[in-house]
């Protein structure tokens, strides 16, 4: 995908400028934020796991060379591959490659956010291997050839009438005059469509919730049911994933697991938690002939130890992004590439540079909400704040807002000069606005007053009033 | 098997040797080398339980009704009946309230086929993995988790996972002393079977496959069944190679 | 208790917003605390908490604010401060700030541990229940973000407001949202911005409340800016106003001061 996150004031805009989008945010907006609270009250030890949760990932990351050997170990000991790929170049072309050896024609695919951000469809698809999204959402915007809006709700941003327009467009060997009227229409003809192409896939591509040190498993957790046939149908199974997703054991994949579904969509469990671990075994009437897992770096291994090290510990359920007053008003595209909301705001400076995605961290009024929501208090604004600091030692921001801040910085440091000019100043404003008690425009303020009457001092600093009534007393 | 390219090989091998030798330098400050291999191979060793919600602490006859309350919650159906015998006639009750044809995929599975089937004759049985065009499945399960109603499946011979997922329909037979309380008590229960061998899949279902895919409307059915139904069989499996703690010992 | 106390010493850190826009904020806050049995001194040598510099990118200058104020502070029993937003900073941020300084990072701890905000400040270390005040009228709250995430203030001020004479409740629904201010992302983001405080705006008129308040300054700046606009005549000050009983000194924000 190519990212437009420079754009971001101009996509933020047109998002907002966008009726029919507002229209399907306004329904999006408290949704999830309701039945999360609702999940958190049903279960009193919640953030007692989140603590767990957070000290659990924090000794992952610690010791997370010997995690990956134990799993890659394992993966290999039950007859599977582990294929390490440091770029999404590397990456993209060890899946092509896999495909290929495979003589693939047709690979079905369950959600993967990693694969998005490798690009890996686009590229598979230029060299003749067709990938199929298979989850419902990814599949209409896969037909739609739009990004995902949302990490765990990709078509977000559409209504069922956009849903199905597309779905008249691209299922042209159905009668046209068929009733697409109710989300449940949809829903069926998609499960049917899908069903054939899960069937003649050659190799399923899933990616991964988290990986098990102890038995080499993959783990997915989906309501649909698309990734299992994703990966019990093709011959082939390929699992494509960052490597930040290992986890010792079982018992620990379970805390994250009573973590994820209920930060997310607020669902006390996924319907489908599944644990993959190799080919398919003697006597087995189903599964995969191959199991490969391609593990991605793409610059995860270089934020370890710096500022940005336990942005490491997501765990990708979208709470922060469904929580974020500045997503909900503008969806998820107005970002501009794979990771939308908070974490995006975090992550993508640190997949495709500050240069390109200086204005994400920036894109935040450090509300806090993201993190008081986030199952492994992951302190996002914090770190988005570390952006600002290199953004403006790289000189990226706007040197206005420098300047400006050079200036108060002189100015507030030195508090003789700095109470003599508020108080003329103010004096001067008080006067000023005394009549109408605001000022519907103001030079230099035009940010603020194009949509904001800006609300008059009162006339005089507290700092002279009070200087006033100690002279007074003494 | 298909070759795997020699290229594709020490592409990974570079690879690796590159992020292991960046993990490496990064967390050199962050710890004391030589005693991480020791913690992480115990941590493994004795994969210790985290905080186990209180809600799934319970004795046994309770772990089933709340079982039986959370998976009504996620919209699977759950009757019980007294023993083997019974079961040709509740599934049969079943498909015909719900108006589907009497035609089962059977997982295969001796458990399942021990069920005296002649008592419904009109139930036309097929046993295998699933096919395309199979509307309900039969299947056992390794446990039941009480936290969350979640079933616990491990694909075998006789459990072929695709019964899980491609049929519309898909009925689950377990005795109910296989009712758990957590997530952990399965993992528990998993490594008594096979000498603690993970089988190839393990999945936990709970309740019918589902969407909100489009505009946040709850749609059953996505992609797998949309119907799951459990039908708790007391005794079921007494006289068998028994629950599932002496699943080990006799395999 | 035996013998009577010696008053504690309060410095007021007024904020630069409350300094040059709305004294009174600051007066209210003196006149709370004294009634509350408080010896208040204001050091002189304070400006600005240096949240913006700290927010946007420029360390060296919230360094040298941070510098400044802890400084300004030293020798006093409490730091008290009509804002969560400052008040997080001072709090949250100082030690964070200077973690890594063997001079300033101790330094910065002893402050932030003696650092509250008004209202938390009277209802959680000195006890106070209810306040001598009167205001007629059906008011909501608005939780600002810092105050709210940082500080932990959500039931005090609703306890005060409930012991004000004549003065109704009404809760605020997403009374958690923030309203789009956030320091310099209302001049960055003007739009978005927007957009947050217009549902803001909508939600407090919604509610039927004839008055709106908050703990913070800039957010106050900000829902009252927005509501003039649209015509509101919904009146809207800062909590401390309401407590203190001195809302017949000053008009409400944004309005005319008929003085």
């Given at each position: 995908m190519h990212p437009t996150s420079h754009d971001f004031k101009d996509n933020a805009r047109r998002a907002l400028d966008d009726v029919h989008l507002q229209t399907v945010m306004g329904v999006f907006r408290g949704g999830f934020v309701d039945k999360r609270k609702r999940a958190m009250e049903r279960l009193p030890e919640f953030d007692q796991l989140r603590d767990q949760a957070r000290d659990l990932k924090n000794h992952i990351l610690e010791n997370l060379d010997h995690y990956l050997e134990r799993f890659e170990a394992k993966v290999v000991e039950n007859g599977g591959q582990v294929h390490w790929c440091r770029t999404p170049a590397e990456a993209r072309e060890t899946v092509l490659e896999l495909c290929r050896a495979a003589d693939a024609k047709t690979v079905s695919k369950g959600k993967s956010m990693v694969a998005e951000e490798i690009g890996l469809n686009d590229y598979l698809e230029e060299h003749g291997v067709v990938p199929i999204e298979t989850d419902l959402g990814e599949y209409i915007i896969q037909l739609r050839r739009e990004p995902p809006s949302h990490i765990i709700v990709p078509a977000i941003h559409l209504t069922k009438g956009d849903v199905a327009d597309t779905f008249r467009e691209h299922h042209t060997d159905l009668k046209p005059d068929r009733n697409l009227g109710e989300a449940r229409d949809l829903v069926n003809e998609a499960r049917a469509v899908l069903r054939q192409k899960f069937i003649a896939a050659d190799v399923g591509i899933t990616g991964a919730n988290f990986l098990i040190a102890e038995t080499g498993s993959t783990v997915i957790v989906t309501n649909e049911g698309n990734g299992d046939l994703t990966q019990c149908l093709p011959r082939v199974h390929i699992v494509v994933t960052g490597l930040e997703k290992v986890v010792p054991t079982l018992e620990d994949a379970s805390t994250l697991i009573r973590l994820l579904a209920r930060s997310a969509t607020g669902q006390e469990m996924s319907c489908y938690t599944t644990f993959s671990t190799g080919p398919r075994r003697a006597g087995d009437l189903d599964g995969p002939e191959q199991f490969h897992v391609v593990l991605v770096d793409n610059g995860r291994t270089s934020l370890l130890g710096t500022e940005f090290h336990e942005v490491l510990r997501c765990i990708r359920c979208g709470a922060c992004m469904n929580h974020c007053p500045v997503y909900n008003a503008i969806g998820g595209h107005a970002y501009g590439w794979v990771y939308p909301g908070p974490i995006g705001s975090v992550l993508d400076p640190a997949l495709i540079g500050l240069a390109e995605a200086h204005h994400l961290p920036n894109a935040s009024t450090f509300c806090g909400r993201c993190e008081a929501v986030c199952p492994v208090h992951i302190p996002l604004p914090n770190m988005m704040r570390q952006w600002r600091f290199r953004e403006s030692e790289q000189k990226l921001s706007p040197p206005a807002l420098r300047y400006g801040l050079g200036f108060w910085g002189f100015f507030a440091t030195k508090p003789a000069l700095y109470h003599f000019g508020t108080g003329i100043a103010m004096t001067v404003l008080g006067l000023l606005g005394r009549a109408k008690g605001r000022f519907r425009s103001l030079p230099g303020a035009k940010g603020w007053t194009d949509t904001r009457d800006m609300p008059a001092p009162e006339g005089g600093t507290f700092q002279q009033r009070w200087a006033q009534r100690q002279r007074k007393a003494g | 098997m298909a070759e795997i390219s020699h290229s594709l090989a020490s592409r990974s091998a570079k690879a690796r040797a590159g992020i292991f030798g960046d993990i490496r330098a990064a967390l050199k400050p962050m710890r004391t080398e030589g005693a991480a291999a020791t913690v992480v191979d115990d941590r493994i060793a004795r994969h210790p339980r985290n905080l186990v919600p209180a809600r799934a602490n319970l004795p046994q006859p309770e772990q089933v009704a709340l079982f039986i309350a959370k998976a009504t919650e996620v919209m699977t159906s759950v009757e019980r009946v007294a023993s083997a015998s019974d079961v040709p006639k509740a599934i049969a009750d079943y498909l015909k309230g719900k108006n589907l044809a009497p035609e089962l995929r059977l997982a295969p599975d001796p458990r399942l086929s021990a069920?005296?089937?002649?008592?419904?004759?009109?139930l036309a049985l097929t046993s295998g993995h699933a096919r395309d065009r199979d509307a309900t499945s039969v299947t056992g399960a390794v446990a039941g988790i009480a936290e969350t109603g979640t079933l616990m499946m491990m694909s075998g011979p006789g459990a072929p996972i695709t019964l899980n997922f491609m049929p519309d329909n898909h009925i689950v037979i377990m005795d109910p002393s296989r009712i758990v309380g957590s997530y952990e008590d399965g993992w528990d229960v998993a490594r008594t079977r096979d000498g603690g061998a993970m089988p190839r899949a393990v999945n936990f279902i709970t309740g019918p496959s589902r969407t909100a895919d489009i505009e946040q409307q709850l749609q059953l059915g996505?992609?797998?069944?949309r119907n799951l139904h459990i039908i708790l069989v007391d005794q079921l499996d007494r006289g068998d190679q028994g629950p599932s703690e002496s699943d080990g010992s006799s395999a | 208790m035996t013998e009577k106390p010696t008053k504690p010493r309060v410095g007021l850190f007024v904020t630069c917003l409350i300094d040059m826009f709305r004294p009174t904020v600051g007066f209210a806050a003196v006149k709370l605390l004294e009634d509350a049995g408080c010896s208040v001194e204001v050091p002189r040598g304070q400006t600005c908490c240096g949240q913006p510099g700290w927010n946007n990118g420029d360390r060296a200058d919230a360094e040298a604010l941070a510098r400044q104020t802890i400084t300004a502070f030293e020798g006093l029993d409490y730091l008290v401060i009509p804002s969560g937003s400052c008040g997080g900073m001072i709090k949250v941020h100082y030690p964070k700030m200077f973690e890594a300084d063997p001079v300033w990072g101790p330094r910065a701890k002893a402050l932030a541990d003696r650092t509250w905000e008004l209202v938390s400040f009277l209802v959680e270390v000195l006890g106070v229940e209810a306040v001598a005040a009167r205001y007629d009228g059906t008011v909501t709250y608005h939780d600002s973000c810092h105050g709210l995430r940082e500080m932990g203030i959500k039931d005090g001020p609703r306890t005060l407001l409930r012991s004000v004479g004549g003065l109704s409740l009404t809760e605020l629904p997403g009374a958690e949202d923030c309203c789009g201010f956030g320091g310099t992302f209302c001049v960055k983001y003007p739009e978005i911005s927007t957009q947050m405080v217009e549902n803001k705006a909508a939600a407090i008129v919604g509610t039927g409340a004839d008055t709106m308040l908050a703990g913070d300054l800039g957010c106050l700046l900000n829902m009252a800016g927005r509501l003039k606009r649209n015509g509101s005549g919904v009146k809207v000050r800062h909590v401390a106003e309401v407590l203190a009983g001195m809302t017949g000194e000053v008009a409400p924000i944004g309005d005319p001061t008929g003085r």
């Open positions: - | 069920i005296p089937w002649d008592r419904q004759p009109t996505a992609h797998g069944p | -």
